[in-house]
């Protein structure tokens, strides 16, 4: 018998591979193929003109296949720098942004520059299941914060979890799972309240591309951010490059000297091409990321006229990619997941993957909760969720 | 001031940003460009074959954009599964492979799936830095073990190292930074002490392809290893893919099981296009591979024969990429390398980044050595390293 760590084994196994294995499990009629609506996800290569592009840097530039920079490519990092000043109206500079492998590896390294085993970290509910697990096997405490209205945290029931324990605070938004787009005011008063207390402010801001509305989410870098926030983001959805895992975190540059040590040891630094087929993107793909937003927009609308429809079922959030959702039926959200899959062809997540279980100290309403992952389906296909929806029998 | 976690700031930056950091600031005359004989990598991209077929994906498989099983495309874990079988003479199957996001972050993945912080683990000294690294952040005791004659471990001295905080012992077969090749007996002797002790081997061996000895490097595989043995690989140095971090780590389907998790969190899968890269190289570059080892077999015997001529200097250790010796100077190997580098344009690390400083408790070799990695130095390198050595004016 092998010795096995207590914290890696404390954490769940990845949600995603568990749906997966749902999946290959359904014995699907013919007329009836599979509707994937379980991972946030695109299912397109990127478009045409940056694969060109990396096709060219593949056999022209031999830097792109040697070790670069723990922090990530210069020009990359300056780039992002730039854009972020002008986006969110603040000073960022190159020395605050680090080029991760992927925004979980971002994640991942924000919690290690804040917290030890035995720490805690304040983790709304919903959770973004990574962000749960990863906690887990550090050792941090994850200190549940349930959503309230509109499924966004309240700065007051925060507040009253910190002690001594608790290094920062985890916002995501536009939220996975629930799609929620908090407020810059509910934003900024969080900040208010890590700075306070002297915690650090995590927030992922991977689906920002698709955030409803124009302009900065929030306005936390025009202000004194620099020991308080560190922002977390990903290239791998806006520019469909989630097999090359790039990604940034925006910090202090003190902080970035720690945070340095961890992605060394982790990775040595993020691959070469991703970080260049990135910084093809972030020059030249503006126009084509706005019509991905419009139409992922277009999809949000369509999912709420769907349900409008269909008044059993409550949508408690929707937004980038996706919409969170009160099942209508008399039994748990995991047992309604794999009969979806088995017996109508439609993969969703339960909620019993993004909130803990009644039995394990939850309120309940992770198991009459859904999350749809509505990005990857076009018009046809949200029509295909309704039909599938409404022939379930329970 | 920012909080900033305890873990993260005992473990040390990163010698080789360290090391950049010395070349940069070093102000050379033209005739005498830098020599950098302190990295372990290969300096040209791979062979153009393989650059040709990078490019035929990155433009015809649109699966080489987007996410991955966590534990690695299916074909690459096969092919691995093969080979080893072969080369190994014992029975690994694909799934008992996993692929990494390099080989450094198998090396944290081993960790992750048996120590907690608080736990200890053997790591034999000289360490290879990012092992170190990785241990203190992880909140993981380094139970050093000093190595004995021709830069080896000793089992016995291990045994006696071992109570109930230690979960494993390291070994790195071809040695970073001694260039060692522990004999098959000594490895066996490890894992026969860890099977008994009910600890695990972890076994780095990202050199194996540069081994002066053709045939199997140890008999593990051969055996009864799941419990016990973890096996690290990289496909870095062999097909010079640094640039794209793709490793192997080769352990029993249950522990697979936990170290599943760990890497779904930290990166969600190893890049795609890396992975097909290393595939390609697996079946295509056998006959380009041996030539690279020749060649590199070619610059130890020159390095030797360059020593044999430096009685002054002590080679304690010589294989794979690196040379570690002994320097007769009346200084610590950091000022000696600082000054090599300001004053003869050579870049070496010295071996206070590889093993404690006497101050904190080492026995006094780090100052007095230095490691060499001589694989990127041709003929004409090699011949320009001992004259700069001899140069030298202390």
Redesign the interface.
């Given at each position: 018998?092998?010795?096995?760590?207590?914290?890696?084994?404390s954490?769940?196994?990845?949600p995603?591979?568990e749906a997966r294995a749902w999946a290959a499990a359904a014995d699907l009629p013919a007329d009836m193929p599979l509707l994937n609506l379980s991972?946030a996800?695109?299912?397109?290569?990127?478009p045409d003109a940056l694969?060109?592009a990396?096709?060219?840097i593949?056999?022209n530039d031999?830097?792109?296949?040697?070790?670069?920079?723990?922090l990530g490519l210069p020009a990359l990092r300056d780039e992002v720098a730039q854009q972020w000043t002008q986006a969110y109206g603040g000073a960022v500079t190159a020395e605050s942004v680090a080029i991760t492998?992927?925004c979980?590896?971002a994640f991942?390294a924000a919690i290690?520059?804040?917290?030890?085993?035995?720490?805690a970290v304040i983790l709304p509910t919903p959770w973004y299941f990574?962000h749960k697990?990863?906690l887990d096997?550090a050792?941090v405490e994850a200190r549940l914060l349930p959503c309230g209205p509109g499924m966004a945290p309240q700065v007051a029931r925060a507040a009253a979890l910190i002690d001594d324990r608790v290094?920062a605070i985890v916002l995501v938004s536009p939220n996975n799972p629930t799609g929620a787009e908090y407020p810059a005011e509910v934003v900024a008063g969080f900040a208010a309240l890590a700075r306070a207390r002297?915690?650090?402010l995590i927030i992922d801001e991977t689906y920002r591309d698709f955030h409803s509305q124009d302009g900065a989410p929030h306005d936390l870098f025009a202000g004194d951010w620099?020991?308080?926030v560190i922002q977390l983001y990903s290239f791998s959805k806006v520019y469909?490059?989630?097999?090359?895992?790039v990604g940034a975190l925006v910090a202090?540059p003190?902080?970035l000297?720690?945070?340095?040590?961890?992605l060394?040891?982790?990775?040595?630094?993020?691959?070469?091409?991703?970080q260049r087929a990135a910084l093809w993107g972030l020059q030249n793909l503006t126009d084509w990321v706005a019509s991905e937003r419009a139409e992922i927009l277009a999809r949000k609308t369509a999912i709420q006229a769907l349900f409008k429809g269909m008044p059993e079922w409550a949508v408690l959030g929707c937004g980038a990619y996706f919409a969170y959702v009160g099942h209508p039926f008399d039994m748990t959200s995991d047992t309604l997941a794999q009969r979806l899959v088995a017996e109508v062809g439609l993969l969703v997540l339960p909620g019993t993957m993004f909130a803990p279980r009644a039995a394990q100290g939850g309120d309940g309403s992770a198991e009459r909760q859904l999350r749809i992952a509505f990005a990857n389906a076009d018009t046809q296909g949200i029509a295909t969720l309704g039909a599938r929806l409404s022939a379930f029998t329970p």
């Amino acid at each position: 018998m092998p010795i096995t760590a207590r914290q890696l084994s404390s954490a769940f196994p990845p949600p995603v591979m568990e749906a997966r294995a749902w999946a290959a499990a359904a014995d699907l009629p013919a007329d009836m193929p599979l509707l994937n609506l379980s991972q946030a996800a695109p299912v397109d290569p990127p478009p045409d003109a940056l694969r060109q592009a990396m096709a060219q840097i593949v056999l022209n530039d031999p830097d792109a296949h040697l070790y670069g920079p723990v922090l990530g490519l210069p020009a990359l990092r300056d780039e992002v720098a730039q854009q972020w000043t002008q986006a969110y109206g603040g000073a960022v500079t190159a020395e605050s942004v680090a080029i991760t492998s992927g925004c979980n590896q971002a994640f991942c390294a924000a919690i290690a520059a804040v917290a030890d085993a035995g720490d805690a970290v304040i983790l709304p509910t919903p959770w973004y299941f990574n962000h749960k697990m990863w906690l887990d096997m550090a050792g941090v405490e994850a200190r549940l914060l349930p959503c309230g209205p509109g499924m966004a945290p309240q700065v007051a029931r925060a507040a009253a979890l910190i002690d001594d324990r608790v290094k920062a605070i985890v916002l995501v938004s536009p939220n996975n799972p629930t799609g929620a787009e908090y407020p810059a005011e509910v934003v900024a008063g969080f900040a208010a309240l890590a700075r306070a207390r002297g915690i650090a402010l995590i927030i992922d801001e991977t689906y920002r591309d698709f955030h409803s509305q124009d302009g900065a989410p929030h306005d936390l870098f025009a202000g004194d951010w620099q020991d308080t926030v560190i922002q977390l983001y990903s290239f791998s959805k806006v520019y469909r490059l989630t097999g090359h895992r790039v990604g940034a975190l925006v910090a202090s540059p003190a902080r970035l000297t720690q945070i340095e040590k961890f992605l060394d040891t982790v990775t040595i630094c993020p691959n070469q091409l991703g970080q260049r087929a990135a910084l093809w993107g972030l020059q030249n793909l503006t126009d084509w990321v706005a019509s991905e937003r419009a139409e992922i927009l277009a999809r949000k609308t369509a999912i709420q006229a769907l349900f409008k429809g269909m008044p059993e079922w409550a949508v408690l959030g929707c937004g980038a990619y996706f919409a969170y959702v009160g099942h209508p039926f008399d039994m748990t959200s995991d047992t309604l997941a794999q009969r979806l899959v088995a017996e109508v062809g439609l993969l969703v997540l339960p909620g019993t993957m993004f909130a803990p279980r009644a039995a394990q100290g939850g309120d309940g309403s992770a198991e009459r909760q859904l999350r749809i992952a509505f990005a990857n389906a076009d018009t046809q296909g949200i029509a295909t969720l309704g039909a599938r929806l409404s022939a379930f029998t329970p």
